[in-house]
């Protein structure tokens, strides 16, 4: 008989197993760094969605996700094409960041204070949390540190224990 995780530290990934990228580098090599974590099977590419952003200090401080790259990217479309965005004090700046490229992942990273949870949480309880702010995934704390990413993909793999 299978054993039931019940835990969020028993489905996460470990802090190890993701690519990690300074707060400091320009979003193009946020690009480059996420891409190396994907690898081709078949017709489907794998890997993480996603980065951990470290500070000066060498610490977690966030988490760059593909969804926050398309998005800044968008922005770039959208700064270009509309007269209302371009009117808004901080649009030009956007504007001028974007072209330059000059955007740092600082700027675009979701901080790890945003939707954490803890180990020992339990995994609808997490649910619940990635779901309230609208994240896809979160860091895994445990006696304060961060020690792993816990992804929407690990709560539904976990999830047929609840309809069977």
């Not at 489907?44 to 951990?52: E, K, L, N, T």
């Not at 540190?145 to 309809?163: E, H, N, P, Q, S």
Request: one cysteine or more; aromatic letters at 8%; hydrophobic letters at 40%.
């Amino acid at each position: 008989m299978k054993k039931e995780k019940n835990t969020v530290e028993e489905i996460m990934v470990p802090l190890e197993d993701y690519n990690t990228i300074s707060e400091n580098a320009t979003i193009y090599e946020a690009i480059r760094i996420l891409r190396e974590s994907f690898h081709r099977e078949g017709g489907a590419w794998h890997g993480h969605r996603s980065v951990i952003v470290k500070n000066s200090s060498g610490e977690p401080s966030g988490i760059l996700t593909l969804g926050s790259i398309l998005r800044a990217a968008g922005l770039k479309d959208l700064c270009l094409d509309d007269p209302y965005l371009k009117s808004l004090s901080w649009g030009w700046y956007y504007i001028k960041k974007l072209q330059e490229g000059t955007i740092r992942v600082r700027d675009i990273m979701q901080p790890l204070g945003l939707a954490a949870v803890r180990a020992a949480d339990s995994i609808t309880g997490a649910a619940r949390t990635l779901l309230r702010h609208n994240v896809n995934s979160a860091p895994v704390i445990k006696k304060g540190k961060v020690v792993g990413i816990l992804r929407t993909i690990d709560i539904f793999l976990a999830m047929d224990k609840y309809f069977s």
